[in-house]
């Protein structure tokens, strides 16, 4: 299957610090990479829709001046999370898809874990 | 707003014994796909079901996609220790251009050798 590569995997930070996660696909072109969320035992909780040479799409309640996505290319984009507060600790996922093939499976990169202290 | 939900939360079984998660969206689904995470891990794709009323089978897993494109199963016969984790279905509604996944909660199956 296709690869996606997430860096860090883990990354522990001082509170008011940014952290940028970046998501690549090494083997495809992804014109969409998605940004999950996931905490101790639950669910994914999709962030924000990256579209690359555009906006990113947010979820509500998703502040976008904090988790800023920059998707400038067809392989990269970036998700940067801005003052970070322990709040923020969490499992950070990305997806992406291949372009041109919308109906198919997402994936993932080994995904971020975050520790703010 | 869109939503799947996914039945039951957790479950716990002996090695040899089946399991069975299920997942039911509010909305017409045009594909549902079915993740498995393992113990920190990240989600790894199983399979993706688009026919109403198809089944699909890998091994001792069953996967089933409702008439009505609204539900689905994950049936695995005969448990083994190899099949702890998370089990994710995933819906796909069309949202424009961006098509994204509406995610179940998540089965997480414990099974006791």
């Known amino acids: 299957g296709a690869v996606v590569s997430q860096h860090p995997s883990r990354v522990i930070c001082k509170s008011g610090t940014s952290v940028k996660i970046e998501c690549r696909s090494l083997d495809f072109q992804a014109t969409t990479m998605f940004w999950y969320r996931q905490f101790p035992k639950q669910s994914l909780m999709l962030m924000a829709t990256?579209?690359?040479?555009?906006?990113?799409?947010?979820e509500q309640g998703v502040e976008k001046d904090k988790f800023l996505i920059n998707h400038a290319s067809l392989t990269l984009s970036t998700l940067t999370v801005t003052s970070a507060h322990p709040e923020d600790s969490s499992f950070y996922i990305c997806s992406a898809r291949a372009l041109g093939r919308m109906n198919t499976e997402a994936f993932f990169g080994q995904g971020t874990r975050l520790t703010v202290v | 707003g869109q939503q799947v939900m996914q039945i039951p939360q957790y479950q716990h079984v002996q090695e040899g014994e089946d399991f069975t998660t299920y997942c039911n969206s509010s909305t017409t689904l045009s594909n549902i796909q079915w993740y498995k995470q393992r113990p920190g891990g990240h989600p790894v794709f199983l399979i993706q079901?688009?026919?109403s009323g198809e089944v699909k089978k890998q091994k001792r897993l069953t996967f089933q996609f409702g008439e009505a494109k609204k539900n689905s199963s994950l049936h695995i016969t005969a448990t083994q220790t190899t099949d702890v984790g998370t089990y994710f279905c995933?819906?796909?509604?069309?949202?424009?251009?961006?098509?994204?996944?509406?995610w179940g909660l998540g089965t997480s199956l414990a099974v006791n050798p």
């Open positions: 079901l688009v026919k």
């Open positions: 990256s579209n690359e040479g555009s906006k990113a799409t947010y």
């Open positions: 995933a819906g796909q509604v069309n949202a424009g251009n961006n098509r994204k996944l509406i």
